[in-house]
Nanobody, 117 residues
Framework: QVQLVESGGGLVQPGGSLRLSCAASGNMFSINVMNWYRQAPGKQRELVATITTGGGRTSYVDSVKGRFTISRDNAKNTVYLQMNSLKPEDTGVYYC??????????WGQGTQVTVSS
């Protein structure tokens, strides 16, 4: 079992920044990949960023490349999503997701990000 708790969401003006955190606990050694997803009102959940727990390889959806950075602190069992130059279309609930070597996945409860003036 893996437990994920997100934090760091909030209201920010366009052009601003936020850093989301995802604290993981439980069977950490089973996790292969950590993801950040988001879901805007009336839209499907979208994969935003990915980081592998081994080599630290990252990937991003095109709409956030150059603005968002996913990183991890293995000592703290925490994954971060640094979001800069935020736009209104970045608004949504952001979810942390963990994929394990056993082909199971776990989700956090989500944190709301609202970009508005």
């Amino acid at each position: 079992q893996v437990q994920l708790v997100e934090s760091g969401g909030g209201l920010v003006q366009p052009g601003g920044s936020l850093r989301l955190s995802c604290a993981a606990s439980g069977n950490m050694f089973s996790i292969n990949v950590m993801n950040w997803y988001r879901q805007a009102p009336g839209k499907q959940r979208e994969l935003v960023a990915t980081i592998t727990t081994g080599g630290g390889r990252t990937s991003y959806v095109d709409s956030v490349k150059g603005r968002f950075t996913i990183s991890r602190d293995n000592a703290k069992n925490t994954v971060y999503l640094q979001m800069n130059s935020l736009k209104p279309e970045d608004t949504g609930v952001y979810y942390c997701n963990a994929l394990t070597r056993y082909a199971t996945d776990y989700w956090g409860q989500g944190t709301q990000v609202t970009v508005s003036s």
